[in-house]
């Protein structure tokens, strides 16, 4: 079942394909992460989302009601589609008073006072804010002025929260408290979440599925644990967490680096397609490396720099690089030395991957 | 600097920077204060209020207070609404009615008030007559010699100073925090009311504060449309006693209470700004974020495009056409037709008529003589005041800083009192006191431009220059100079360009051969010469536009 459902969206500004085809249904109670590099259309979706942008072709929909449609012409504007929406930049009013933020959008829905009250209050609590509500916004720090932001987009009871980046403006320290009181608070409250952000650790830690872009095209929607561990292309394996790649042949029913021979049986693990191809690429996370004294994929040390709990390893495998992290108390080979490396975890992906968009 | 006293030039510097401030600034503004307190020797404040209950400086007191609350409220509303206009909605050409509404600030208020009399004068108003005989109108449609009529003028031309403001912070501020109001659940209408305005109410309210300033020190206006129906405020009155008197004590007197007056409410006024700008200024500039959502006008875009066409054809293209027109008349009174058009009023006074000769070449000789000396004066105060750290600074910068709450006609007046014999010196009638009132006046421009752009210069550029084996002189010749030049090019200009069309500080100062353009126009009209008073004004607005446009071409090109 699903709440919120985007069919097809696209959006274009002038020949810029901001957003094409993007399909993607939030569940009630799930938290969504949009996830990508600067300008691949995150926030153009929230937007459109929100209504502050209308779409170029496509559908989306909330419960039973239509907010966009390309074909029927529509658009509910933003004021009426009761989404709560939070921006990077904060967005709380200097001229009124926490109290008189939160109670802003119960205002224009003209809500009697005691009921505004009573909701104001109970953002106030979520968010720790009870003691602040007679202060002006700009006598608070960064995070304070978030949580005003997250109480007012709350005070409504929003089925959905159109978050934009809400934590990049924070100091680091903020910005791992806030993120988990912010997936509390939607425990608590039980609304969905479309989130925006380019912290993979973030999306990582608050939401149920994480949906990845680039240029405008979803590359994979997935579980954090699928998105990371099974990446569906080469662009979202090397966006999600370190990525170490080798270029390697399938011949004669035996995998190569250039001219070493992977000793291990490593062709059953590799598709069947690459395998036909006689050509691929080898994914490894650095950290999914293990040193091997006998056998294994025969490589020189060529740096090793130690960035404190982890030690950073750059191994020459034929003409070819492979990047190894292991923690400082895992015994490691020196600058210089030849070692064998075998990989506990691996994809393997096309040399040109026709799923990227 | 070892304990001995050197004399050196940093002592030269700190010297002639006391020395120009305290006998162009000081004095005449202090000799306005004792004047108008001290009577026979001893401090009288019951004689002051004695003057301000009289029945004509009080009316005086009064008018201006009316003509000013008036021109600040419509000019506010005029401002704001024009400003929302063009940066909020999707009126079409948007970009061009921004500029067009700004021009209103290149052309001086009393040669519009001119036009309008031609326009809007009860009996002779082309306007009027035309209602009256074409359409059989019993009376004429507006009279321009009313509050109503020196309101709707001065606003035309003042309304600039709160739409400039409100532009900038409308386009400065976070759309975040207008659409953030959106997703709440509000339409259009409630955010502009209840975001959109109080969030930039600081800036309306210090361009309110700007437009109080000038309109009640303004005097052009109010001496073409109100004298003719007896309406004075205080800087026509001022002008009114002392040109009627030749000087008298009486009239002095009367005139240097009224400037404490006006001085004392201009500086309230500048308090007040201040404080709005530094107090009640919120942090709403954005940083990255999107061009704002444009508020759809739908069905009102092309009527309020053609009001807004409408608004400058009929504030700046019928008052200018009007101006060239009847400078091209036979005589003043005949219709606006070919055969009754001629150049000779034009040529007359460009090439024939002494009077005016004159005064084009001494409001140019002036405008560069003030711009040079005081370009020149502002670059060694503003040295003084930002990079010497010499005790009593902060005096200098107030005194460089005053004229900016002395209204033109106070500091005419402490010149007069200044620089007419009582002190050995008496350069009265003559151009001297001109450029000398102008000195003080534009004073303020230099130093703001100036110590702008001293403070770029860091310390340790002068330093180097010392380390390197140059003296101070030559640190300052060879380095701070150089560095400081675009300032000091902004400064000449900034006086430059309103000294050209000066008129409050010099119809108090001319004498019979040292008219100004402004002072020439003004009296052309007061003698009844209308259509030269109007070819004049024509001739004005061509040198003053030309050095407008020729101006920001250089200094686009210098950027
Ligand atoms: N109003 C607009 N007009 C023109 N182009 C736009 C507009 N808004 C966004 N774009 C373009 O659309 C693309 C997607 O922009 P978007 O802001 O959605 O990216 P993003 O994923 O949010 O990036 P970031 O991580 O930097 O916030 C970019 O190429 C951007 O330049
Ligand atoms: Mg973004």
């Not at chain 1, 990582?204 to 990845?212: G, K, P, Q």
């Not at chain 1, 998105?227 to 270029?247: C, E, K, T, W």
């Not at chain 2, 659409?179 to 309306?204: H, M, N, Q, W, Y």
């Not at chain 2, 003080?440 to 390197?468: G, P, T």
Request: aromatic share 10%.
């Amino acid at each position: 079942m699903s709440y919120l459902k985007l069919d097809a969206i696209d959006k274009r500004f002038g020949n810029v394909a901001a957003v094409s085809g993007l399909n993607l249904e939030v569940a009630p109670g799930e938290c969504v992460a949009m996830l990508g590099p600067s300008g691949c259309g995150k926030t153009t979706t929230l937007r459109m989302v929100a209504g502050f942008e209308d779409i170029d072709g496509g559908e989306i929909r909330a419960g039973d009601r239509v907010l966009s449609s390309k074909a029927k012409n529509y658009y509910l504007p933003p004021e009426k589609r009761d989404f709560g929406m939070v921006f990077q930049a904060f967005a709380v009013w200097p001229h009124l008073s926490v109290f008189e933020n939160i109670a802003f959008p119960l205002r224009i829905r003209k809500l009697p006072a005691d009921e505004i009250r009573r909701r104001v209050d109970e953002a106030l609590r979520h968010t720790n804010l009870t003691a602040l509500a007679d202060s002006r916004p700009d006598d608070l720090s960064g995070g304070g002025k978030q949580r005003i932001a997250l109480a007012r987009a709350l005070a409504i009871r929003p089925k959905v929260m159109l978050l934009d980046e809400p934590l990049s403006s924070l100091d680091p320290h903020f910005r791992e408290e806030m993120r988990f009181e912010i997936k509390d608070i939607q425990r608590r409250l039980g609304f969905s979440i479309l989130y925006v952000t380019h912290d993979q650790s973030e999306a990582m830690a608050l939401s149920d599925r994480i949906l990845v872009m680039k240029q405008g095209v979803v590359q994979q929607i997935g579980s954090p644990r699928d998105v990371y561990y099974r990446p569906a292309n080469r662009f979202v394996f090397s966006f999600i967490g370190l990525s170490s790649f080798l270029r390697v042949r399938f011949t004669g029913g035996r995998m190569q680096v250039d001219d070493l021979a992977l000793p291990f049986d490593a062709v059953d693990e590799a598709p069947a397609e690459l395998v036909g191809v006689g050509e691929g690429v080898l994914a490894v996370r650095p950290s999914d490396v293990d040193f091997v004294d006998e056998g294994g994929l025969r490589g020189t040390v060529r740096r090793r720099s130690s960035l404190g709990e982890i030690v950073d390893y750059q191994i020459a495998v034929g003409s070819q690089t492979l990047r190894v992290q292991k923690t400082r108390h895992e015994p490691g080979p020196q600058v210089g030395e030849t070692c064998g490396v075998r990989f506990a975890m691996s994809n393997w992906y096309p040399l040109t991957d026709a799923s990227e968009g | 600097m070892t304990g001995s006293f050197r004399f050196g030039t940093p002592q030269i510097l700190f010297g002639l920077a006391v020395a120009i401030l305290v006998i162009f600034v000081a004095v005449p503004v202090l000799l306005i204060f004792f004047n108008a307190l001290w009577v026979n020797g001893s401090l009288n404040i019951a004689d002051m209020v004695k003057v301000l209950s009289e029945r004509e400086t009080y009316k005086a007191l009064i008018n201006s207070l009316i003509l000013a609350s008036g021109v600040t409220v419509t000019g506010t509303i005029v401002g704001t609404f024009f400003a929302w206009l063009v940066t909020r909605t999707d009126l079409p050409y948007k970009g061009a009615m921004k500029v067009l509404f700004l021009v209103p600030f290149m052309l001086p208020s009393f040669i519009g008030a001119l036009a309008w009399k031609m326009l809007l004068s009860p009996r002779s108003g082309y306007i009027n007559r035309f209602f009256i005989e074409t359409l059989g109108f019993p009376g004429p449609i507006f009279d321009i010699y009313t509050y109503q009529g020196i309101i709707l003028v001065e606003t035309m031309y003042l309304f600039p100073f709160v739409f400039i403001q409100v532009c900038g912070a409308l386009e400065r501020m976070d759309p975040t925090l207008e659409e953030s109001a959106r997703i709440s659940g509000a339409d259009l209408f409630t955010i502009t009311r209840k975001i959109t305005i109080p969030l930039v109410a600081p800036s309306i309210l210090s361009g309110a504060l700007l437009i109080m300033l000038y309109s009640m020190a303004h005097f052009g206006t109010v001496a073409m449309l109100g004298i003719e129906a007896g309406i004075y405020n205080i800087p026509t009155l001022i002008y009114e006693r002392i040109h009627q008197s030749a000087g008298s004590f009486a009239a002095i007197r009367t005139g240097t209470v009224l400037s404490t007056v006006l001085v004392i409410a201009a500086a309230l006024i500048i308090w007040l700004q201040n404080r709005v700008l530094s107090k009640g200024r919120y942090q709403i500039i954005a940083g990255k974020s999107f061009r704002p959502t444009e508020i759809r006008l739908r069905g009102l875009r092309l009527p309020l495009l053609a009001f807004c066409i409408a608004y400058i054809g009929f504030t700046i293209v019928l008052p200018t056409t009007t101006i060239f027109l009847v400078g091209g008349l036979k005589t003043y009174g005949l219709p606006i037709a070919v055969e009754n058009m001629t150049f000779d009023n034009y040529h007359h006074i460009l090439f024939e008529w002494d009077l005016t000769r004159d005064a084009i070449w001494n409001s140019i000789g002036l405008g560069l003589a003030a711009a040079l000396i005081t370009m020149f004066a502002g670059v060694i105060i503003s040295y003084v005041i930002v990079k010497m750290k010499v005790p009593g600074k902060g005096l200098l910068e107030f005194l460089g800083m005053l004229p900016f709450s002395v209204p033109g006609s106070v500091i005419a007046l402490g010149v007069i009192l200044a620089w007419s014999g009582k002190y050995g010196i008496n350069i009265y009638n003559t151009i001297w006191i001109i450029l000398v009132a102008y000195i003080a006046r534009y004073m303020a421009f230099a130093l703001k431009a100036n110590s702008a752009a001293l403070e770029q210069v860091h310390d340790s550029l002068v330093e180097a220059a010392r380390a390197s084996g140059a003296t101070m002189w030559q640190a300052l010749r060879d380095i701070v100079i150089p560095l400081v030049r675009p300032g000091m090019v902004a400064a000449f200009f900034l006086i430059f360009l309103p000294a050209l069309r000066e008129l409050t500080v010099s119809v108090l100062l001319y004498g019979p051969t040292t008219r100004t353009i402004g002072v020439a126009i003004y009296t052309l009209n007061e003698d009844g010469e209308t259509v030269y008073a109007a070819a004049m004004a024509g001739v004005a607005l061509i040198i003053i536009v030309t050095a407008e446009v020729v101006v920001k071409r250089v200094f686009k090109i210098e950027k």
